[in-house]
């Protein structure tokens, strides 16, 4: 079957071809129809050798075609697993660079999947690729398969057969697809993970939550996995966070309203960027938004335009900026950081966001309001909080039918644990529910992860215990930003001071200097001469000279969309966090020399 993908994802045309699975009918197509990239499987009765695999492997590579063979179906975690053709040929053959394995473990709801590839170009795209689109693997999900893997290793029979020596073949050049100019610019700006190359590195660049799990996250997580049989009313925690929802963010809710739950909101944000896309929108961001989403917008190849902030006002968006911008614009989705902007670490208040609402009611914007990086604010009593349902109800007769309002959000700074990955969308709109469901692939949490976050959502509602935790973790937030403030001044950065959060920033006074730095980490004070070359203190290339002289990561003006302004996490383990002080300091004496 054969079907032209234009449905506004891509400028390009792509011709899908759906074929079937035996090795000799798809390696006929092959060979008729020179397609730039196979994705198949092998048919269980070929599936035992690899001679089918080897047939396809040599028909796509004398073609230059790219090939993803998936093996799931055929792949068993058990102690008398079958005979898989593919993986005895990789025992003793290298996979040539056009060709990987691509490989789905599913164990009741815990999904994790893993691509196998000789070619380091592939394997660096993906995984950046992934780290935009999905965010990190969940660690309890990492933990559980590596797990199995440990204990069915362990019972091999120790000399039963001879190691196998990979023979060396040396396969055609063939030129072969790669990704388009447009990925490959997005995957190298996004300021994803930096290599380590074996020097260790400080991450002020991440939004994760490096502090001590407290003790009652503990207890929830192992009551978790302890538990067995657990009810569907044991995990259903759409009742909770409905309830959360409407606590925190007075968000309203009724029959209509779908919840739906993630490990990450990044994949949830990608699918609702697939959403804008499919009907034609524009995604709009205001400048000093979180830079992975922007890239998410970016890759997906969405219309994106960036709407200015006010500097006067924290770089926070206005109600006169933001309907000036939307005035010639058709079909606008607005995403809003708050009540807790990142990266800045100020906070919208209640009238703040009833303005904006109204200026997005006015022009029929769909708007995303991303919740994740809210719920550690450092002066919570008498803050007040939103009341979403109220600003909605006053604009709800006289704005455009198309006005929506979605809310997103995350859990894992709010319950104070970077082990748990737990995310939830609120959809309000039926058109905006449908086109979400079109959209497969989206990775949810496993029922163990359901029941702890049901179980401390619980514990929050209720005085002392978990809250209490909480609260002394936000004064230890509160007081790493007093502290990060005052050795940024005194190395010449001009520091925006953040209300709450995770990350504050900041912009030095020495931008357009000139540093040497190393090509290598490794050689860091190793006083190789011939190892260094000379950088120009820009937006684009301060995060680099940071990184290479100091082992400091962190995200530069391009990443958070103020001109000049850096991004710092402080929710680092303490050794980490006075690690990222001294490596400040440090940089300051270089820029000085």
Same mark, same amino acid.
């Given at each position: 079957?054969?079907?032209?993908?234009?449905?506004?994802?891509?400028?390009?045309?792509?011709?899908?071809?759906?074929?079937?699975?035996?090795?000799?009918?798809?390696?006929?197509?092959?060979?008729?129809?020179?397609?730039?990239?196979?994705?198949?499987?092998?048919?269980?009765?070929?599936?035992?050798?690899?001679?089918?695999?080897?047939?396809?492997?040599?028909?796509?590579?004398?073609?230059?075609?790219?090939?993803?063979?998936?093996?799931?179906?055929?792949?068993?975690?058990?102690?008398?697993?079958?005979?898989?053709?593919?993986?005895?040929?990789?025992?003793?053959?290298?996979?040539?660079?056009?060709?990987?394995?691509?490989?789905?473990?599913?164990?009741?709801?815990?999904?994790?999947?893993?691509?196998?590839?000789?070619?380091?170009?592939?394997?660096?795209?993906?995984?950046?690729?992934?780290?935009?689109?999905?965010?990190?693997?969940?660690?309890?999900?990492?933990?559980?398969?590596?797990?199995?893997?440990?204990?069915?290793?362990?019972?091999?029979?120790?000399?039963?057969?001879?190691?196998?020596?990979?023979?060396?073949?040396?396969?055609?050049?063939?030129?072969?697809?790669?990704?388009?100019?447009?990925?490959?610019?997005?995957?190298?700006?996004?300021?994803?993970?930096?290599?380590?190359?074996?020097?260790?590195?400080?991450?002020?660049?991440?939004?994760?939550?490096?502090?001590?799990?407290?003790?009652?996250?503990?207890?929830?997580?192992?009551?978790?996995?302890?538990?067995?049989?657990?009810?569907?009313?044991?995990?259903?925690?759409?009742?909770?966070?409905?309830?959360?929802?409407?606590?925190?963010?007075?968000?309203?809710?009724?029959?209509?309203?779908?919840?739906?739950?993630?490990?990450?909101?990044?994949?949830?944000?990608?699918?609702?960027?697939?959403?804008?896309?499919?009907?034609?929108?524009?995604?709009?961001?205001?400048?000093?938004?979180?830079?992975?989403?922007?890239?998410?917008?970016?890759?997906?190849?969405?219309?994106?335009?960036?709407?200015?902030?006010?500097?006067?006002?924290?770089?926070?968006?206005?109600?006169?900026?933001?309907?000036?911008?939307?005035?010639?614009?058709?079909?606008?989705?607005?995403?809003?950081?708050?009540?807790?902007?990142?990266?800045? @670490? &100020? =906070?919208?208040?209640?009238? #703040?966001?009833?303005? /904006? %609402?109204?200026?997005? !009611?006015?022009?029929?914007?769909? $708007?995303?309001?991303?919740?994740?990086?809210?719920?550690?604010?450092?002066?919570?009593?008498?803050?007040?909080?939103?009341?979403?349902?109220?600003?909605?109800?006053?604009?709800?007769?006289?704005?455009?039918?198309?006005?929506?309002?979605?809310?997103?959000?995350?859990?894992?700074?709010?319950?104070?644990?970077?082990?748990?990955?737990?995310?939830?969308?609120?959809?309000?709109?039926?058109?905006?529910?449908?086109?979400?469901?079109?959209?497969?692939?989206?990775?949810?949490?496993?029922?163990?992860?359901?029941?702890?976050?049901?179980?401390?959502?619980?514990?929050?509602?209720?005085?002392? @215990? &978990? =809250?209490?935790?909480?609260? #002394?973790?936000?004064? /230890? %937030?509160?007081?790493? !930003?007093?502290?990060?403030?005052? $050795?940024?001044?005194?190395?010449?950065?001009?520091?925006?001071?953040?209300?709450?959060?995770?990350?504050?920033?900041?912009?030095?006074?020495?931008?357009?200097?000139?540093?040497?730095?190393?090509?290598?980490?490794?050689?860091?004070?190793?006083?190789?001469?011939?190892?260094?070359?000379?950088?120009?203190?820009?937006?684009?290339?301060?995060?680099?000279?940071?990184?290479?002289?100091?082992?400091?990561?962190?995200?530069?003006?391009?990443?958070?969309?103020?001109?000049?302004?850096?991004?710092?996490?402080?929710?680092?383990?303490?050794?980490?966090?006075?690690?990222?002080?001294?490596?400040?300091?440090?940089?300051?004496?270089?820029?000085?020399?």
């Amino acid at each position: 079957m054969l079907q032209t993908a234009e449905n506004g994802l891509s400028d390009d045309v792509v011709t899908v071809i759906e074929a079937p699975r035996q090795s000799d009918l798809m390696i006929e197509l092959i060979k008729r129809l020179k397609p730039q990239v196979v994705v198949t499987g092998i048919a269980h009765f070929e599936a035992v050798t690899s001679s089918a695999f080897v047939q396809l492997l040599d028909a796509t590579g004398e073609i230059g075609s790219r090939l993803f063979l998936d093996i799931s179906d055929h792949f068993e975690l058990s102690s008398l697993p079958g005979t898989i053709g593919v993986l005895k040929y990789l025992s003793g053959t290298p996979l040539p660079s056009h060709a990987a394995i691509v490989c789905g473990l599913v164990y009741s709801d815990l999904e994790v999947a893993f691509v196998i590839s000789e070619e380091e170009a592939i394997l660096k795209a993906l995984s950046k690729t992934v780290e935009i689109l999905e965010g990190n693997t969940s660690l309890i999900s990492q933990y559980y398969y590596g797990c199995i893997f440990h204990e069915l290793l362990s019972f091999q029979l120790t000399d039963r057969h001879p190691n196998l020596e990979r023979r060396s073949e040396k396969s055609k050049s063939v030129e072969v697809i790669g990704f388009t100019t447009s990925a490959i610019s997005v995957l190298s700006n996004a300021e994803l993970s930096i290599s380590d190359e074996g020097y260790p590195l400080v991450r002020m660049d991440v939004d994760q939550w490096f502090l001590p799990v407290p003790s009652p996250v503990k207890a929830a997580i192992f009551e978790s996995f302890a538990r067995q049989n657990m009810t569907e009313s044991e995990i259903d925690v759409t009742p909770c966070i409905k309830q959360f929802v409407q606590t925190e963010y007075g968000f309203p809710t009724d029959s209509g309203t779908e919840f739906i739950f993630s490990d990450c909101s990044q994949a949830l944000f990608s699918k609702l960027v697939l959403c804008c896309i499919q009907e034609g929108g524009t995604m709009c961001f205001p400048d000093g938004s979180n830079g992975n989403y922007v890239s998410v917008a970016k890759f997906l190849k969405a219309n994106t335009v960036h709407i200015p902030t006010n500097p006067e006002r924290g770089f926070k968006l206005t109600e006169e900026i933001l309907i000036k911008a939307l005035e010639t614009m058709k079909k606008p989705w607005v995403y809003i950081s708050g009540p807790t902007i990142n990266p800045t @670490g &100020l =906070l919208y208040s209640n009238q #703040e966001m009833e303005n /904006i %609402l109204s200026a997005c !009611a006015r022009f029929g914007a769909r $708007v995303v309001i991303d919740t994740s990086f809210s719920g550690l604010e450092f002066e919570y009593e008498g803050r007040g909080g939103w009341n979403l349902g109220s600003c909605l109800s006053k604009i709800s007769s006289s704005g455009n039918p198309s006005f929506c309002v979605s809310l997103l959000g995350g859990l894992s700074l709010k319950l104070l644990s970077g082990a748990l990955k737990f995310a939830f969308l609120a959809l309000n709109e039926p058109i905006l529910i449908e086109a979400f469901h079109s959209f497969p692939g989206l990775s949810k949490p496993h029922c163990t992860d359901k029941y702890t976050i049901k179980k401390l959502l619980s514990l929050i509602e209720q005085k002392g @215990g &978990l =809250l209490d935790v909480a609260m #002394e973790q936000i004064r /230890i %937030l509160e007081n790493r !930003a007093k502290c990060l403030k005052e $050795v940024l001044e005194n190395c010449g950065w001009d520091v925006l001071r953040p209300c709450a959060g995770v990350s504050m920033v900041a912009k030095p006074s020495f931008l357009g200097k000139a540093v040497k730095v190393n090509h290598s980490l490794k050689h860091t004070g190793s006083g190789e001469k011939d190892a260094t070359y000379e950088i120009k203190l820009t937006d684009a290339s301060l995060r680099e000279a940071v990184a290479k002289t100091t082992g400091l990561c962190i995200n530069s003006g391009s990443w958070t969309g103020i001109p000049g302004y850096c991004r710092f996490t402080i929710a680092l383990e303490e050794s980490e966090f006075e690690q990222a002080l001294a490596c400040l300091v440090k940089f300051k004496s270089i820029v000085d020399n």
